[in-house]
């Protein structure tokens, strides 16, 4: 089945590291993808990595995708207050992929302290 | 290039009123789709054009929800007769074929 699990909430400290996770139930998934949405603000495609790669860097951020586990993680390193925000995983499925049709998560509220 | 817009950014109707959302994708995105977040769920497709045409409306709730699409630019939702459950927000996405999709601000409904 279509089904994309997040945690809710993540707080971390200016400057550490913050990693976002993902579980998805359907192994044929062919891209997946992380949203950010900041406060009244629409979703901006962070990044994205297709289902034949292990990890994709891109600046402060790293993508690691385990099929085995369908697992996906969002590694922010050097988190600034900038970064806080809500971080959707997302992803297309064969049926899909000509339609570009995203199934999201929950959605995680990453929270920077000072 | 313009990004994606939504009108009106927030709306707040009573039980029964009739809402109309509209969409503006970026120029050219021949791909649009609506979608809606529940508080606090996760982000739910209620349906995509490919131009004028809906390509795959499985997602609609029911049938107090219709879009439109007329000549394949700006795209419309209309719930009527709005119920309680249908607050949320309604993001719109538009992609060129193969494309990414680029999302709206989104519109902020509350039906009271």
């Known amino acids: 089945g279509e089904d994309v699990e997040q945690s809710l909430f993540l707080s971390v400290r200016e400057g550490d590291s913050s990693v976002i996770n993902c579980t998805y139930t359907d192994s044929s998934s062919t891209y997946l993808y992380w949203y950010k949405q900041e406060p009244g603000a629409g979703l901006q495609l962070l990044t994205y990595?297709?289902?034949?790669?292990d990890m994709k860097q891109d600046q402060r951020l790293t993508v690691l995708l385990n099929k085995k586990d369908k697992h996906l993680s969002l590694r922010i390193a050097d988190t600034q207050t900038g970064d806080s925000a809500i971080y959707f995983c997302?992803?297309?499925?064969?049926?899909?992929?000509?339609?570009?049709?995203?199934?999201f998560g929950q959605g995680t509220t990453l929270q920077v302290k000072p | 290039e313009a990004g994606v817009t939504q009108f009106p950014s927030h709306s707040v109707i009573e039980k029964g009123q009739t809402v109309t959302l509209r969409c503006d994708p970026i120029s050219g995105h021949d791909n649009l789709y609506w979608y809606r977040r529940v508080m606090g769920k996760e982000i739910k497709f209620l349906l995509h054009?490919?131009?004028?045409?809906?390509?795959?409306e499985s997602g609609m709730p029911n049938n107090r929800f219709l879009a439109e699409r007329t000549g394949g630019t700006y795209s419309t939702l209309k719930v009527q007769p709005a119920e309680l459950e249908d607050s949320g927000v309604y993001f719109c996405?538009?992609?060129?074929?193969?494309?990414?999709?680029?999302f709206g601000p989104g519109t902020r409904l509350l039906v009271l």
């Open positions: 054009f490919v131009k004028e045409s809906k390509q795959d």
């Open positions: 996405a538009s992609s060129r074929p193969g494309g990414g999709s680029y």
């Open positions: 990595i297709f289902s034949n790669m």
């Open positions: 997302a992803e297309t499925l064969p049926s899909s992929s000509n339609t570009g049709k995203l199934i």
